[in-house]
């Protein structure tokens, strides 16, 4: 068995294979990963992490691809991680993102690593926030994370991220339209890629005017960020220069906003992922609560009184102990 001591030193030391040793540790939930964070954790914090999401078909490949050539052209390392839809056979991913990024593959100074959503929410959420963390201190100035779609599991993914780009093209019709508040919510940059096709000039004018009533609404003043509009062509390498500074910008104005302030925010997100992962386990595996709710349930309870019942049984004796303590007699009375 490897040594959680021993792989800490070769990741910092800028092993690759390590490296990939380490991510799989992190999305497999192995027990030694902890111990592996503890001894690298003093080297997290120094990469910029950007979310890449949107809706399928929005070009978010071919724009990460083009980002990574952006991002070398200023020397920078840099570490990607696409979240690519799970096989419904076998679980894994299909790897479609890392195909479309294979000419960047060749390059020693990026690392492009898939990771399966399994249909996951809160794992998939904390399994990419520790990839990140190895890439972190592994040494790369810049980590993308790109997701397949715009699900709630994507949301979780991107806000881990110190700035979320979000994808959009003309021509998606009413599911832009019904997704624009959402995006808003989580967006620090919204690109309109594929901008030479019918329709970008219109979706851009909207997403302005939405991000305008929202900062009226809000109330929002000078010292908040505004999200840019950015229109781009990936695939013609058109408008890639003003993405890149429209994510500068926020990187600006984030470390002018106590970054870590804003961090430490996303961190309290992460721990809360762990803690519910953990219960997770505890509660339907070791303490058999599973065989436990179809016992009562073969009694004819309903669910809400099943789960009142499982509530109780976790929840009661630590109360009661406190309610105990708190009638003991002080030491002196």
């Keep these: 068995?490897?040594?959680?001591?021993?792989?800490?030193?070769?990741?910092?030391?800028?092993?690759?294979?390590?490296?990939?040793?380490?991510?799989?540790?992190?999305?497999?939930?192995?027990?030694?990963?902890?111990?592996?964070?503890s001894r690298i954790y003093s080297k997290v914090g120094k990469a910029w992490r950007m979310g890449i999401t949107g809706p399928p078909g929005a070009g978010k490949s071919t724009l990460t691809n083009v980002l990574?050539?952006?991002?070398?052209?200023?020397?920078?390392?840099?570490?990607?991680?696409?979240?690519?839809p799970s096989s419904p056979f076998s679980g894994g991913a299909l790897l479609g993102d890392r195909i479309r990024m294979d000419e960047r593959t060749a390059d020693n100074e990026v690392f492009i690593r898939s990771m399966a959503s399994r249909d996951s929410h809160?794992?998939?959420?904390?399994?990419?926030?520790?990839?990140?963390?190895?890439?972190?201190?592994?040494?790369?100035?810049?980590?993308?994370?790109?997701?397949?779609?715009?699900g709630q599991s994507e949301y979780d993914v991107v806000a881990a991220a110190d700035s979320v780009v979000v994808v959009l093209c003309p021509g998606a019709g009413d599911e832009i339209q019904a997704m624009k508040s959402g995006i808003l919510e989580?967006?620090?940059?919204?690109?309109?890629?594929?901008?030479?096709?019918?329709?970008a000039d219109l979706l851009i004018a909207d997403l302005e005017d939405a991000i305008s009533m929202r900062a009226f609404r809000r109330n929002s003043d000078a010292s908040?960020?505004?999200?840019?509009?950015?229109?781009?062509?990936?695939?013609?390498?058109?408008?890639?220069?003003?993405?890149?500074a429209a994510i500068d910008a926020h990187a600006v104005w984030s470390r002018e906003n106590d970054l870590d302030a804003l961090r430490r925010k996303k961190r309290v997100a992460q721990?809360?992922?762990?803690?519910?992962?953990?219960?997770?386990e505890e509660l339907w595996g070791r303490m058999g609560n599973t065989t436990r709710a179809e016992e009562l349930l073969e009694q004819s309870v309903t669910p809400y009184d099943v789960a009142e019942e499982i509530l109780g049984s976790i929840l009661a004796p630590p109360m009661q102990s406190a309610q105990a303590a708190a009638e003991q007699p002080k030491r002196g009375d």
């Design 271 to 280: 721990v809360r992922r762990v803690v519910s992962e953990r219960l997770e």
């Design 186 to 199: 989580v967006a620090d940059v919204l690109v309109v890629n594929k901008s030479d096709l019918p329709g």
């Design 68 to 84: 990574i050539q952006e991002l070398r052209k200023r020397s920078e390392r840099v570490g990607v991680l696409a979240i690519d």
């Design 224 to 244: 908040e960020w505004k999200v840019p509009v950015v229109s781009c062509s990936a695939a013609k390498n058109q408008g890639l220069d003003d993405l890149v």
């Design 1 to 37: 068995m490897q040594d959680p001591g021993e792989m800490a030193e070769r990741l910092l030391a800028r092993d690759r294979s390590a490296l990939s040793r380490l991510i799989s540790w992190a999305e497999n939930a192995d027990a030694r990963y902890p111990a592996v964070l």
């Design 122 to 150: 809160g794992g998939l959420a904390r399994a990419a926030s520790d990839a990140c963390d190895v890439m972190d201190a592994y040494g790369f100035h810049s980590i993308v994370m790109e997701t397949v779609g715009v």
